[in-house]
């Protein structure tokens, strides 16, 4: 069974930055897509950015440009660096992963106020 574990939410004030990780139990590698995604109270879950295993990236348009999404497949992580955070980037922050089959972490809490 394939384990995604994310780590690094907390409360951070509006402007500020977080870097989210997400450790997988098993090489990112076999993959083919990784991504995160969000999802706010009361609002369905949205994509945020992914990364493909041959590196390639892609962002949500309403985010390109605050959030970098990267990897080390050493080390079986995958980041999300969050800048110039606003209340509405409040979400539970997910890690998911696309192979044969599709895999989810258990989120981690980004509140974001002052």
């Known amino acids: 069974q394939v384990q995604l574990v994310e780590s690094g939410g907390g409360l951070v004030q509006p402007g500020g930055s977080l870097t989210l990780s997400c450790v997988v139990s098993?090489?990112?590698?076999?993959?083919?897509?990784m991504g995160w995604f969000r999802q706010a109270p009361g609002k369905q879950r949205e994509l945020v950015a992914t990364?493909?295993?041959?590196?390639?990236?892609h962002y949500s348009d309403s985010l390109k440009g605050r959030f970098t999404i990267s990897r080390d497949t050493a080390k079986n992580t995958v980041y999300l660096q969050t800048t110039s955070l606003k209340p509405e980037d409040t979400a539970v922050y997910y890690c998911?992963?696309?192979?044969?089959?599709?895999?989810w972490g258990q989120g981690t809490q980004v509140t974001v106020s002052s």
């Open positions: 098993r090489t990112i590698s076999s993959f083919w897509i």
């Open positions: 990364i493909t295993r041959g590196g390639n990236t």
């Open positions: 998911n992963a696309e192979g044969s089959n599709s895999y």
